[in-house]
């Protein structure tokens, strides 16, 4: 919906957005395993600490159809609507655009007149996405500066290759392809830009026949997993460099480019080494006129005991840390980093890119180490998968589920789903919110969305 002033949610540039007044709800997708016919939904969380309801959930918005999985989402418009190119610079940040990553639906969601109380407004089908763009599996959201963007897996029948499809702006009509030549991408995952330098970015993790049973012990040992980062022209929309991680680091998956437009870099983690199961951190950067990657941070496993582990990692002896997301604050100081395997979130001071250092961990969950929480008696499972932050960075929301059929091959007794804040040390340090946990049951929790936007939601045109 068009306005005749730009969204006061929109912001220039992540400094501006950094003193945008604290968020006051959280939307949270929450998603079905058990197979009962109950459909998926949407969460709304009071974040608000001087509210009564604080921490509870206070509205759910259940989907039109069963039989998917909600994962990612993101808002139609954002602080990308700013930039001197963009053709919609009075639409407002109003809808969330939901994909389901198995049945291939998207659900677009109203969060006004009343943002504690959103309706579902529409569904597109995945009949749609298919005949328009050719994919199927709609993964990450980002709204451009002239779109909405969506990342899928893979095609209609499982295969690849997956890329990007776009949304209109007013409509969510199916637009189409975004890619108009893809050279020798097949894998897809993520996407994200630095729209100062006119690049997107992809990573890649495996068709939808590669990852929708769980973890193929056989593709992965024969690294046929994705470890590639591709490089496009963004107004071309055409790749025109390619960066192998090493087919070693398999599984390169969430994409955090440099919020400041000036800045040529960005973080992407990959889930497990062959060589020996860590967990590790790429730079990408500018160097000589060439996209460059090098490994900056290697979280190692922990050995643990055969009877102490699930079957998929008996042979190992040992717990990976199992890096499944990853997030940077808005001034682009604090990499977050969510460990589902050994149960840890780690803050790392990312000031100097090619040098982080740990400044903070927290332990809760994990497969072997079930640390606990203030807030409840015992231990828990699952671990920090999702991870968002807001925009001043002093509050981080964490959940627990992966997806489903990975979370039963590492967690086989079942997770219950769960959500945390955590409270940020400006200068370093993470400490559990004792007075915040919220307990989903049967159910699970994965993607966090901030009202006005968050660390990953936006993008920015001026430094």
């Known amino acids: 919906m068009a306005t005749w002033r730009p969204d006061p949610t ?19 997708v929450r998603l079905n395993p058990n197979g009962d016919g109950r459909p998926d939904a949407l969460c709304v969380v009071d974040v608000n600490p001087q509210s009564s309801t604080y ?3 206070v509205a759910t918005v259940e989907m039109p159809y069963t039989g998917g999985e909600l994962h990612h989402f993101g808002w139609n418009a954002c602080s990308s609507a700013l930039c001197p190119n963009a053709p919609h610079p009075h639409i407002e940040r109003r809808y969330l655009i939901i994909p389901d990553i198995r049945s291939s639906h998207i659900t677009v969601i109203d969060t006004k007149p009343d943002p504690s109380n959103p309706k579902v407004v529409k569904v597109i089908q995945p009949e749609e996405v298919a005949d328009r763009a050719g994919y199927s ?39 189409g392809r975004w890619e108009i030549d893809r050279g020798e991408q097949y894998l897809a995952y993520d996407f994200w830009w630095n729209l100062g330098h006119d690049t997107l970015v ?9 990852v929708e049973h769980g973890v193929q012990a056989d593709l992965l040992l024969n690294a046929q997993y994705g470890h590639k980062l591709h490089f496009w022209d963004l107004r071309r929309r055409r790749v025109i460099q390619t960066v192998d991680l090493g087919a070693e ?14 800045k040529a870099y960005g973080f992407v983690n990959t889930v497990v080494s062959l060589h020996d199961l860590s967990a590790n951190i790429f730079l990408w950067y500018r160097e000589n006129g060439k996209w460059a990657a090098r490994k900056v941070i290697t979280i190692p496993a922990e050995p643990a005991e055969e009877d102490q582990l699930p079957p998929v990692l008996k042979p190992f002896k040992a717990v990976p840390p199992l890096v499944t997301d990853i997030d940077l604050s808005l001034d682009d100081r604090f ?91 400006p200068e370093g340090g993470i400490t559990l919110d004792p007075n915040f946990f919220i307990d989903f049951g049967d159910q699970r929790a994965h993607q966090v969305r901030l009202q006005g936007g968050d660390a990953s939601s936006d993008s920015y045109c001026f430094p």
């Open 10 to 28: 929109f912001y220039p540039s992540p400094r501006s957005a950094m003193k945008a007044p604290p968020e006051e709800l959280a939307y949270v």
């Open 55 to 57: 921490s509870k959930i």
């Open 137 to 175: 599996r709609g993964h990450t959201v980002h709204c451009g500066p002239d779109g909405i963007y969506v990342s899928a897996l893979g095609s209609p029948n499982g295969e690849g290759p997956g890329g990007i499809f776009v949304l209109d702006h007013d409509s969510f009509d199916v637009l």
């Open 202 to 210: 992809t990573s890649e993790w495996g068709t939808p026949k590669m």
């Open 249 to 262: 680091h398999q599984m390169a998956l969430e994409l955090r480019p440099a919020h400041d437009p000036t």
């Open 335 to 425: 990499l977050y980093v969510s460990c589902w395997g050994t149960g840890e979130l780690r803050q790392y001071d990312v000031s100097d890119p090619f040098n982080p250092k740990l400044t903070g961990v927290v332990q809760i969950g994990g497969i072997v180490r079930r640390a606990g929480h203030p807030a409840v008696n015992g231990p828990l499972n699952g671990a920090p998968q999702m991870v968002e932050i807001s925009r001043d960075g002093r509050r981080v929301y964490v959940t627990n589920s992966l997806y489903a059929a990975w979370d039963a091959q590492f967690y086989p007794d079942g997770i219950r789903g769960w959500m945390v804040k955590l409270d940020v040390n």
